[in-house]
């Protein structure tokens, strides 16, 4: 009887916190366009393949699962790029699936207008479908302290719409200019109804401010070891995560190291301290002379989130992530401002 009541006040928790803020990946840069719809294009090549999945605390009964797969490419004329990206989201009896198209306008990446500052402006339009399977939940009028699980319909009615879908939007803007880039995004611009308890003013999901100050430390193109600091921020409601740590790439290894620490702070004023490590591989990361001179990427990585206080983790456990993307150059793509002509990094250079 305790571990079905113990179920069901966890089961009841993460909707509160589900609806008060987004997933959140340790692996961002797995999710670019989840990230900043600004990102969208901003890629080293100019087509990419992006995902990540996060398994996040692995003690409970039926950990969350959440996926992220975004495909975007760019044009070099007219210097847009445009991408599609797919959410799904699966907490306990609960499912959320978005689909997004995104738009960016690039700026500074022609080779003939080579700037040192880099921007792009971007946007998101979507839908989502979000619904709850309430034959799998339990109440109290379904449990009995010497029978257990009564197998009888309950009369409560806690979930007054147990499907819900809206449209969904965002914006966001990057910059880069010498070894530093900074962005920001805000989400959920729509404000949607996405509470499953009716259409109040409560139900409505809260926007979320996305930021981001990253910094490379790469002079010329030999260093053996190059340091890519991060800081990013998240804001959502009452609830607020900032992640500071960095990406140490071992360009002989073809291969990278991630550090970051989070601090995760929620609407009831707890907070909670973590820390992620991972590591990531680089694959075909130079030009090849075997595919006619066409670069391609792929890069792989995972991590995972150990927490050094929480007041749950007892009873939640660790969270893991996978991912990866691949990106390729088309035979006539001349995008990328070489080394020689410009001082600038692109945002790929970052993260």
Same mark, same amino acid.
């Given at each position: ?9 966890? =089961? ?28 969208? =294009? ?72 080579? $700037? ?31 029978? =257990? ?19 969904? *939007? !965002? ?6 200019? !010498?070894?530093?880039? *900074? ?59 900032? *992640? ?28 909670? $301290? ?28 995972? +991590? ?12 939640? =456990? ?9 990106? +390729? ?23």
């Amino acid at each position: 009887m305790k571990q079905y009541s113990f179920h069901l006040i966890i =089961g009841l928790l993460l909707t509160v916190s589900v609806q008060a803020q987004d997933p959140l990946f340790s692996q961002f840069y797995y999710a670019p366009l989840y990230m900043n719809p600004a990102l969208t =294009g901003c890629m080293r090549n100019d087509f990419r393949i992006s995902g990540v999945n996060r398994m996040q605390w692995t003690r409970l009964p039926q950990p969350l699962m959440y996926t992220n797969v975004s495909v975007d490419k760019h044009l070099y004329y007219p210097q847009a790029s445009m991408g599609l990206m797919v959410n799904h989201f699966s907490e306990g009896y609960l499912r959320t699936t978005g689909v997004y198209l995104s738009l960016a306008k690039n700026i500074g990446s022609r080779t003939e207008e080579c $700037h040192d500052l880099f921007i792009s402006m971007g946007m998101q339009i979507g839908w989502v479908w979000k619904g709850l399977n309430t034959s799998k939940l339990l109440f109290g009028d379904q449990l009995s302290e010497t029978q =257990g699980i009564l197998g009888i319909p309950s009369d409560a009615e806690i979930f007054r719409q147990p499907n819900q879908n809206y449209l969904d *939007a !965002g914006a966001g803007l990057l910059a880069t200019w !010498g070894n530093f880039c *900074a962005g920001s995004a805000l989400h959920h611009i729509t404000r949607p109804h996405d509470g499953l308890g009716g259409s109040s003013r409560s139900s409505r999901l809260p926007m979320r401010l996305t930021a981001n100050l990253s910094y490379n430390n790469e002079r010329e193109n030999v260093q053996p070891i190059v340091v890519k600091p991060s800081v990013v921020l998240n804001l959502q409601g009452k609830s607020s995560s900032l *992640a500071v740590g960095a990406l140490i790439d071992f360009k002989e290894y073809f291969s990278e190291l991630s550090i970051w620490y989070r601090n995760n702070a929620d609407f009831g004023g707890n907070s909670s $301290h973590s820390i992620s490590a991972g590591i990531n591989f680089r694959f075909l990361d130079k030009k090849a002379a075997y595919n006619n001179g066409v670069d391609k990427r792929y890069r792989l990585g995972s +991590s995972v989130d150990m927490y050094l206080y929480n007041p749950t983790s007892r009873h939640t =456990g660790l969270s893991f992530e996978g991912g990866g993307f691949y990106d +390729s150059r088309s035979a006539n793509y001349e995008g990328e401002c070489p080394s020689d002509v410009c001082p600038n990094k692109f945002p790929w250079m970052f993260f």
